[in-house]
């Protein structure tokens, strides 16, 4: 077991750079599913190829806001009843839709046959993507932590209600004091322009600032835009729906400046790490 974990391991060393976004945010509903998803598509746009992972298997999840059929999923994989290959979708741009595990189930909690299936699966996607692309659920479970700290790069989604600040305070406040996570990227969403989103991230800054030890970036300022719900209804993304509308163009913006974030040096990118990071129990005061 142990070796075939450390051949899969090795195997994924051969492979190109790949880079790893989580898209969180603490609170329900300030549109962390629409940004993952257009994010996704933008890129693929762009010629990227994608992989939406989909950590939220709840109602308004991704497959069926593509209006997407989705029969397995990823514990399907790491019990070793399919490959990675069959539990994937293709949505539009040909970016991949791959349906995690429903429930809240933390991935440090795996039996070692699902440990060797998860990097099993993951190592299959090596020569397939340049982006992996997170969908974390509402709130701080373990599943959202562990998807979240092993992502190279964690994109908080707020918007201008308090709760939605103070949410995403405690959820970067734990993966900070608990699982080391130093730098996070913050997209204010649903704003009326680009001075309340600068606004929105001051007041997030101001509390981290005096509380934590942590960075934190303003990547993206996207504005209210009932197109944002319109293509929804159309199961359809805006960026293909009404691509020069306002959200639109931002989240195409963030998606060009997302591609051009570094990416580790060393082969296979982030991936192998992410990996390695969802199998791991958490790693306390190791910054990054
Ligand atoms: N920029 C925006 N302008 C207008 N409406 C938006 C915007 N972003 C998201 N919405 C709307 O907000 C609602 C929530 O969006 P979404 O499902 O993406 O949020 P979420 O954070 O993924 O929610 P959940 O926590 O339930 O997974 C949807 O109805 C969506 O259409
Ligand atoms: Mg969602």
Same mark, same amino acid.
Request: contains cysteine; hydrophobic residues 45%; neutral net charge.
């Given at each position: 077991?142990?070796?075939d974990?450390?051949?899969?391991?090795?195997?994924?060393n051969?492979?190109s750079?790949?880079?790893?976004?989580?898209?969180?945010?603490?609170k329900?509903?300030?549109?962390?599913?629409?940004?993952?998803?257009?994010t996704?598509?933008?890129?693929?746009?762009?010629g990227?190829?994608?992989?939406?992972?989909?950590?939220?298997?709840?109602?308004?999840?991704?497959?069926?806001?593509?209006?997407?059929?989705v029969?397995?999923?990823l514990?399907?994989?790491?019990?070793?009843?399919c490959?990675?290959?069959?539990?994937?979708?293709?949505g539009?741009?040909?970016?991949?839709?791959?349906p995690?595990?429903?429930?809240?189930q933390?991935?440090?909690e795996?039996?070692?046959t699902?440990h060797?299936g998860?990097?099993? *699966?993951? $190592?299959? +996607?090596?020569?397939?993507i340049?982006?992996?692309? #997170?969908?974390?659920?509402? /709130?701080?479970s373990?599943?959202?932590l562990?998807?979240?700290?092993a992502?190279?790069?964690?994109m908080?989604?707020?918007?201008?209600?308090p709760?939605?600040?103070?949410?995403a305070?405690?959820?970067?406040?734990?993966?900070n004091?608990?699982?080391?996570?130093?730098?996070?990227?913050?997209?204010?969403?649903?704003?009326?322009?680009?001075?309340?989103?600068?606004?929105?991230?001051?007041?997030?800054?101001?509390?981290?600032?005096?509380?934590?030890?942590?960075?934190?970036?303003?990547?993206?300022?996207?504005p209210?835009?009932?197109?944002?719900?319109?293509a929804?209804?159309?199961?359809?993304a805006?960026?293909d729906a009404f691509?020069?509308?306002p959200?639109a163009? *931002?989240? $195409?913006? +963030?998606?060009?400046?997302?591609?051009?974030?570094p #990416?580790p040096?060393?082969p /296979?990118?982030?991936?192998?790490?992410f990996?390695?990071?969802?199998?791991?129990?958490?790693?306390?005061?190791?910054?990054?």
């Amino acid at each position: 077991m142990i070796e075939d974990q450390a051949s899969s391991l090795r195997k994924m060393n051969q492979s190109s750079l790949i880079k790893v976004i989580a898209v969180t945010g603490g609170k329900g509903g300030v549109g962390k599913t629409n940004i993952t998803l257009n994010t996704a598509i933008a890129m693929a746009k762009q010629g990227k190829r994608v992989m939406v992972l989909d950590a939220d298997l709840g109602l308004a999840n991704v497959d069926v806001m593509l209006g997407l059929r989705v029969e397995r999923n990823l514990s399907h994989v790491l019990s070793g009843e399919c490959t990675l290959d069959d539990v994937l979708v293709t949505g539009p741009h040909g970016i991949k839709i791959a349906p995690a595990t429903s429930g809240t189930q933390s991935m440090t909690e795996l039996s070692p046959t699902e440990h060797a299936g998860l990097i099993r *699966a993951f $190592s299959e +996607l090596r020569s397939q993507i340049d982006v992996l692309i #997170v969908d974390t659920a509402a /709130g701080i479970s373990d599943m959202v932590l562990s998807f979240s700290r092993a992502s190279q790069d964690i994109m908080v989604v707020v918007c201008d209600e308090p709760t939605s600040l103070t949410d995403a305070y405690a959820l970067i406040k734990i993966l900070n004091r608990e699982h080391g996570v130093f730098k996070f990227k913050i997209v204010a969403n649903m704003v009326r322009d680009i001075r309340e989103g600068q606004e929105l991230f001051s007041k997030l800054s101001k509390v981290t600032g005096r509380f934590l030890d942590v960075a934190l970036e303003l990547v993206a300022t996207v504005p209210f835009d009932e197109n944002i719900r319109r293509a929804v209804r159309k199961q359809t993304a805006i960026v293909d729906a009404f691509p020069g509308s306002p959200a639109a163009v *931002a989240i $195409s913006q +963030l998606a060009t400046r997302a591609l051009n974030w570094p #990416v580790p040096a060393q082969p /296979g990118g982030h991936l192998e790490f992410f990996i390695e990071q969802l199998v791991t129990k958490q790693v306390v005061g190791e910054q990054r």
